[in-house]
């Protein structure tokens, strides 16, 4: 952070429109979101940032040690800046956390720790929250009026670079789950072939037959097929083995 807070926020948000222009793990982006924000937003000297997941748990990410260990405190409790910030839509701010009647658990922990102020701000897409940014620092009242109106002209595109990350995330897993689908897929049309040359039965006798031995041995399909298939390829190289 420089002694130019317009000139730290604009080289933050050049900064985030280059993140979009990455193919990194999601992780990683939100880690530059958080660091970002520690150099743009006066009085920071720490961040956090959370993603709310369509499915599984939300994704969250600090940018050091202490903000792991206040964002648990948050988290744990289920109470806090953060958590109020995604529930009302709005920038939530504290310069003394010990003494918050907002967060009469979390405050005095946090304070506990080191950290005395918070600024959190919630990550919105066409008015609905994808996350939150939690900012902290070590000060009493660190972040005044310029800090909560930077914040949140930070929180607009970081809200645009999350929901991007999140998204693109999300594409990378279902490219994975297909492709294990297909795999599982491939075993299982081999896995009845091998029963039906060695049994003669018909393709849905096979699959019977696959099926019942999956339930007597109590795995799913896709492990019997895969037993199956592995069984098959030792025996065929057990054969050529003994040939040579």
Known sequence: MTADPERDLRDSLTGLAEILTATQPLTETLLQVAAFAVSAIPGADGAGVTVLERQGPDTMVASDDLVRAVDAEQYGIGEGPCLLAVETRATQRSGSLARESRWPRFGPRAGG????????????????????????????????????????????????????????????????QLEQALAGRATLDQAIGIIMSRTGKTAEEALATLREGSERDHVDIGEAATQIVLQALARARARREATE
């Open 113 to 176: 720790l080191g950290v005395h102020s918070a600024l959190s701000l919630p990550l919105l897409v066409a008015g609905q929250p994808v996350g939150a940014l939690n900012v902290y620092g070590r000060a009493h009242d660190a972040f005044d009026e310029q800090s909560a109106f930077i914040g949140e002209e930070f929180a607009k595109p970081a809200a645009v670079t999350a929901s991007q990350a999140l998204l693109l995330e999300e594409s990378r897993r279902l490219a994975v």
